[in-house]
């Protein structure tokens, strides 16, 4: 009879444990096929997002994987102008990549899998190198439809968590954690020197999100070249983030038609 494994010991007894003792790490199998509209949606805000100007060659967005929590998708480390369905890869929460297939993983997926362990009603992660927010100066929302500001951003220190020699990278899940610290229940947070991630509730909002805080960043520099600024209160805020979660369609169905 042949150890059938992990239950061999029960039948075989050494030989079934030695045979746990050498078997190597099971691969993860990817889960259920995700959603076809998902997938679509996923490689629409990739194409959106540099028609809009808020990612260029770098840059990435994902989704939480609708048949299993546990896992996202996002694409192979490529320009996001670019990505294909068939780009899309599988991940686990702590960046391990499910069924590769020799493609290549963005090196900063740790900012993805970290955000969405720590904060299980985001659904979308968008990261971006975009030159309105990189200084490292708070954003704070100076027209309606950046609300989801919220009264300030937070700003992510690299330094605090990794010294000061680093490439500025979130290269792994213990930087990912550092970063998800900070962004706490917010819904953007700002990378010194680096750029910004932008978290939602589903893509279309991800996206519109990530969009109006590239544009606050210019109205907000504008402004305060112009002289002081009124900026939102903490309850105009809220109020203006609500309304632009009922208005997110309609940037996205004129988005959507702009790119290919
Ligand atoms: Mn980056």
Redesign the pocket.
């Known amino acids: 009879q042949v150890c059938p494994g992990v239950w061999g010991c029960l039948c075989c007894g050494l030989t079934g444990l030695v045979g746990i003792a050498v078997r190597p790490a099971r691969a993860a199998e990817p889960a259920s096929a995700p959603a076809p509209a998902l997938v679509a949606d996923l490689v629409a805000a990739n194409h959106i997002l540099f028609d809009q100007g808020v990612v260029d060659g ?1 840059g990435h967005v994902s989704v939480r994987h609708d048949k299993d929590p546990s896992r996202f998708l996002l694409s192979r480390s490529m320009a996001p102008a670019l990505v294909q369905a068939g780009d899309i890869m599988e991940f686990e929460l702590d960046g391990a990549p499910v069924g590769a297939a020799g493609r290549m993983p963005y090196l ?1 997926r740790f900012i993805h899998g970290a955000i969405y362990r720590a904060r299980p009603d985001v659904m979308s992660v968008i ?1 971006s ?1 975009s030159t309105g927010v990189a200084g490292g100066a708070a954003l704070r929302p100076v027209f309606h439809l950046a609300g989801f500001l919220g009264p300030e951003t937070p700003v992510f220190e690299i330094r605090d968590v990794a010294g000061p020699a680093t490439d500025l ?1 979130v290269r792994s899940d213990a930087l990912g954690d550092a970063l998800a610290r900070t962004l706490g229940g917010h819904a953007v947070v700002l990378m010194r020197g ?2 910004s991630t932008t978290v939602g509730t589903d893509v279309r909002q991800t996206v519109f999100r990530a969009v109006y805080a590239e544009v606050n960043a210019r109205l907000q520099s504008d402004a305060q070249r112009l002289g002081p600024v009124t900026f939102l209160t903490t309850e105009e805020a809220a109020a203006a983030a609500q309304t632009g979660n009922g208005l997110v369609g309609r940037a996205w169905e004129l988005w959507r038609i702009r790119t290919p």
């Open positions: 770098f900063e990261h190198h990278l680096h750029g």
